[in-house]
């Protein structure tokens, strides 16, 4: 996927970016400068194996949050994120957010992050729950700066027969 910036407003920028090996096995990266892009670090392994769709955020204040989609197997797509406390230098352990259930079928697709630059930040994706709807948008919400996350809760759907939006109780 192409890559996505964004910056503490303070001169730190970071790209993330997925990038597939010649297996066809997504891994994300991100790149750091420290200096308004004037230089670059190399590329630093995020998350291996199937880890694709990078989406990044900061709060102007040093916490740093990337989310991807993760395939640990065929129709199977997960919700991980990692986050940064100390501007980017050291990255948490990958963490799940959303995860695929058989019954329930797809956690999610293509994640996005967002965050009022207050503490709280909104982590939303596509998720195919079954064959009655085209794809659903799910959420989560951390009012800590991406440390603790709500359960993952529907956003609203899309009929297939309509396409018009559904808003959930």
Same mark, same amino acid.
């Given at each position: 996927?192409?890559?996505?910036?964004?910056?503490?407003? /303070?001169?730190?920028?970071?790209?993330? =970016?997925?990038?597939?090996?010649?297996?066809? $096995?997504?891994?994300?990266?991100?790149? %750091?400068?420290?200096?308004?892009?004037?230089?670059? #670090?190399? !590329?630093?392994?995020?998350?291996?194996?199937?880890?694709?769709?990078?989406?990044?955020?900061?709060?102007?204040?040093?916490?740093?949050?990337?989310?991807?989609?993760?395939? !640990?197997?065929?129709?199977?797509? *997960?919700?991980?994120?990692?986050?940064? $406390?100390?501007?980017?230098?050291?990255?948490?352990? /990958?963490?799940?957010? &959303?995860?695929?259930?058989? *019954?329930?079928?797809? /956690?999610?697709? /293509?994640?996005? %992050?967002?965050?009022?630059?207050?503490?709280?930040?909104?982590?939303?994706? =596509?998720?195919? !729950?079954?064959?009655?709807?085209?794809? &659903?948008?799910?959420?989560?919400?951390?009012?800590?700066?991406?440390?603790?996350?709500?359960? !993952?809760?529907?956003?609203?759907?899309? #009929?297939?027969?309509?396409?018009? =939006?559904?808003? &959930?109780?």
């Amino acid at each position: 996927t192409k890559p996505q910036v964004e910056t503490d407003g /303070a001169g730190t920028w970071i790209v993330v =970016m997925d990038s597939k090996d010649i297996y066809v $096995h997504h891994e994300v990266y991100y790149l %750091i400068s420290r200096n308004d892009g004037l230089d670059w #670090s190399e !590329p630093t392994l995020l998350s291996g194996y199937n880890s694709l769709y990078p989406q990044i955020s900061s709060d102007r204040k040093g916490n740093w949050v990337i989310v991807w989609q993760y395939e !640990p197997g065929i129709n199977q797509e *997960d919700i991980y994120l990692s986050r940064s $406390h100390d501007n980017g230098l050291t990255w948490s352990p /990958a963490r799940q957010l &959303a995860s695929h259930t058989p *019954d329930r079928g797809n /956690a999610g697709s /293509a994640p996005s %992050i967002g965050n009022d630059c207050e503490g709280t930040w909104i982590c939303t994706w =596509m998720s195919i !729950p079954g064959s009655d709807y085209m794809g &659903a948008p799910y959420f989560c919400v951390s009012h800590d700066s991406g440390m603790n996350w709500t359960v !993952p809760r529907l956003l609203n759907r899309f #009929s297939k027969d309509t396409q018009w =939006m559904e808003t &959930a109780p």
